[in-house]
């Protein structure tokens, strides 16, 4: 532990065995993490460099544009099917607009993959250097599932799946420092009526693995219902989230989870702010990724062991 420590990495956990595995032990340790900004040469590249946000008059893309902007970003632009700032971010595109950064609004439809090379040229001719993607662009189709048909599933892979896999082949010569995808938990457990944003999801989760394997930046966040801004407070999702055990995240949460994207070597992750014990209540089998978390749902009532009457 000491040597780990020596080397620069921190939080070390020790893990042994007994009897006579005692004399053994697995150690894990976490590197510190560098944050990208306050790096010189980092900031250096944000300063001569171009951030594309799909979806960015969303609320995730809006966040994600005034973290970049104030994390030193020179130029940043928001691309949007309807060029219209989403209820309940006028806050944030206030102070976007005002925050005196080099800020371009582009209408454009991120499905069609027409769309998106003339966004790229654009931004070329315009003598803009590419070195981040940030693509928060999605579209529902919710319906029971056997109202779903492939209108359905287009429309939800339209912004999603087409709108990466453009994105992908647009920017594979630029010099990116960030593919950040924003995914949905919905690929990670399902969600009920949403069977296509599940899929779209899932796909959206498994090409960041892919990139990542062929030796290209990529990273990808399943976001829960974020609460206060974007698509799923404007709808009551955050609400009936909080109150299946799901959990809904803050708006200070999610711009934590938006800086962690940003640090050098950021893994894919989830957030979910999940009460397991009211999520998994009532289950008789551990599914997928509920199964590490399975230990901690509430016993149904039938299961209760009732107390003992003393004399």
């Not at 250096?44 to 969303?58: E, N």
């Not at 060029?83 to 454009?108: K, L, N, P, Y």
Request: net charge positive.
């Amino acid at each position: 532990e000491a040597l780990l420590v020596d080397c620069g990495l921190c939080r070390s956990q020790v893990m042994q065995g007994g009897s006579f595995l005692r004399s053994q032990a697995v150690i894990v340790a976490q590197a510190a993490a560098r944050p990208l900004f306050g790096v010189a040469d980092a900031q250096a590249s944000l300063d001569t460099s171009s951030q594309l946000v799909s979806g960015g008059l969303g609320g995730l893309g809006l966040l994600t544009a005034r973290l970049l902007l104030e994390g030193g970003a020179r130029q940043v632009v928001l691309s949007s099917r309807s060029d219209r700032v989403a209820a309940g971010s006028e806050e944030d595109w206030a102070w976007v607009a005002a925050c005196g950064g080099d800020v371009t609004r582009i209408r454009s439809d991120v499905s069609e993959a027409s769309a998106v090379r003339s966004v790229i040229q654009h931004l070329r001719g315009a003598g803009m250097c590419l070195s981040g993607v940030f693509h928060a662009a999605h579209q529902l189709a919710d319906a029971a599932l056997d109202g779903q048909g492939a209108l359905n599933f287009r429309a939800a892979y339209g912004p999603k799946v087409h709108g990466a896999i453009a994105l992908h082949a647009t920017c594979t010569v630029a010099p990116l420092r960030f593919f950040n995808v924003y995914s949905s938990v919905a690929g990670l457990l399902g969600s009920p009526g949403q069977a296509p944003h599940s899929a779209a999801n899932t796909w959206l989760d498994t090409m960041t693995l892919w990139r990542r394997r062929v030796g290209q930046v990529s990273q990808s966040v399943s976001w829960g219902a974020v609460s206060e801004i974007g698509y799923a407070a404007r709808h009551g999702a955050d609400r009936r989230a909080e109150a299946s055990g799901l959990g809904a995240i803050s708006r200070s949460r999610a711009l934590e989870a938006l800086r962690a994207t940003l640090l050098q070597g950021c893994r894919s992750f989830a957030v979910l702010p999940a009460e397991w014990s009211k999520l998994l209540a009532g289950r008789g089998e551990a599914l997928g990724l509920t199964v590490p978390y399975f230990h901690l749902r509430a016993d149904p009532p039938s299961r209760r062991r009732r107390p003992e009457l003393q004399p």
